[in-house]
């Protein structure tokens, strides 16, 4: 049985705010880069106590946070950029089950914990009328070939956005945000302070819930569904105003298949709405049992 685990940094347990703790130049990333690898390290060994027979961690912060040498010493580790095509990190029918760990809720999202979707500039990322952040990209992308996302630790909000997606998901919430309201219309620097506050577990405590939450996961597969959305599909991409009290920036793209407006097609919204530098072309997907990989972070 084998299992991909997407990682990120914001939904850790112990990170408490973007300008201390998630970027290379910030006094406490290396601390942050610890916490997360060791909560992935709890999930890997939850998935394996469970019957799971390979794990791959997928490094899937920014400039990346997965430490090798703090890693389970049986979990396989995809890591390095540019990392080709996205978003698909590797992901393809060959996979039992996907799971997110250190995952945040999206941009705007009420009571979130550093809430953002691929970067704090992002006011908004739909497909097909529904507000979707990395989770829900994360989702849609595993569920293309038929791999559920059976468990997800992050802050509670971000697991509620995950049930609200697959209902029976299993879920493993490390801290909760307590700022109110959404963020829209803020700009990326104000959204990047706007709701840095939360009450944490302690490391140990969220390394232990996540273990039994990656356990329970894995011996719920067969209940657990993919998250599958039906075409044609339309994406609409918002970029905050660059000042305070300005508009958001908005661009659409549409495809008949939902890899081409996962991978392609999306950098081709965001093109537009950067000026239209070096505009991609959307590609024609590759069958469903060959491997994907991701252009870019998904910072």
């Not at 307590?178 to 104000?190: D, H, M, V, Y």
Request: glycine share 10%; proline share 5%; net charge positive.
């Amino acid at each position: 049985m084998k299992i991909i685990i997407m990682t990120d940094l914001e939904g850790v347990a112990g990170v408490l705010n973007a300008r201390d703790f998630i970027y290379p130049e910030s006094r406490y990333y290396e601390h942050a880069c610890e916490l997360a690898t060791l909560e992935v390290s709890a999930a890997v060994e939850g998935a394996l106590q469970a019957g799971a027979s390979e794990v791959i961690v997928a490094d899937g912060h920014g400039h990346g946070a997965m430490k090798r040498s703090l890693l389970h010493p049986r979990a396989k580790l995809l890591a390095g950029r540019p990392v080709p095509d996205a978003f698909g990190w590797t992901v393809d029918g060959t996979f039992a089950a996907a799971m997110s760990v250190g995952q945040h809720a999206k941009s705007n999202t009420d009571g979130g914990h550093l809430a953002h979707t691929g970067s704090f500039r992002v006011e908004e990322e739909q497909v097909n009328g529904l507000s979707v952040g990395e989770l829900g990209r994360w989702m849609l992308m595993c569920g293309y070939f038929g791999v559920p996302v059976i468990f997800v630790a992050g802050d509670a909000a971000c697991c509620e956005e995950a049930r609200a997606l697959v209902p029976n998901v299993e879920t493993t919430a490390v801290k909760w945000g307590i700022k109110r309201g959404s963020a829209s219309g803020l700009t990326a620097q104000e959204n990047e302070v706007f709701n840095s506050v939360a009450i944490h577990l302690s490391p140990d405590e969220a390394r232990q819930r996540i273990r039994d939450g990656a356990y329970r996961a894995v011996k719920r597969l067969p209940e657990i569904v993919p998250f599958r959305m039906d075409g044609p599909y339309t994406m609409t991409v918002s970029l905050r105003p660059e000042r305070s009290g300005g508009r958001p920036r908005t661009a659409q793209v549409k495809s008949k298949d939902l890899l081409d407006l996962l991978l392609s097609g999306r950098i081709t919204a965001y093109s537009k709405l950067l000026g239209g530098a070096r505009s991609a072309r959307v590609r024609k997907p590759p069958a469903k049992t060959r491997s994907r990989g991701k252009a870019g972070s998904r910072k």
